[in-house]
């Protein structure tokens, strides 16, 4: 199976940044849609950002566009989320999922729309 491997939470005052990293295996990846998730405390899941068309395409959920940057370093198999000017509102569980194309809507939207999904890595911002 596919493993992502979240890393670079942890915590920080409002006003500071971070930068998350996904670590994916192989080289079969590029293809893929990749997309940053999180979960605040007694929330659902939501897609923050989202990466496709080899990295051509990217897109932000409403709450975080101007200050989050989804990129990936194709040679590293690293998929990063540069978070500036955190706010208290960013606290949660961040995770990094990635699907290929099966047939049907592209790109994926939906949680349940990706196949793979790292362990996660928390971000409190206090």
């Known amino acids: 199976d596919v493993q992502l491997v979240e890393s670079g939470g942890g915590s920080v005052e409002a006003g500071g940044s971070l930068r998350l990293s996904c670590q994916y295996s192989?080289?079969?990846?590029?293809?893929?849609?990749m997309a940053w998730f999180r979960q605040p405390p007694g929330k659902e899941r939501e897609r923050v950002a989202r990466?496709?068309?080899?990295?051509?395409?990217?897109d932000y959920d409403d709450s975080v566009k101007g200050r989050f940057t989804i990129s990936q370093d194709k040679a590293k198999n690293t998929l990063y989320l540069q978070m500036n000017s955190l706010k208290a509102e960013d606290t949660g569980m961040y995770y990094c999922?990635?699907?290929?194309?099966?047939?049907?809507?592209?790109?994926?939207?939906?949680?349940?729309?990706?196949?793979?999904w790292g362990q996660g890595t928390q971000v409190t911002v206090s």
């Open positions: 990466l496709y068309n080899g990295g051509g395409s990217t």
């Open positions: 999922a990635s699907t290929p194309w099966r047939g049907g809507s592209w790109p994926p939207e939906r949680s349940t729309d990706f196949d793979y």
């Open positions: 192989g080289h079969t990846y590029a293809s893929n849609c």
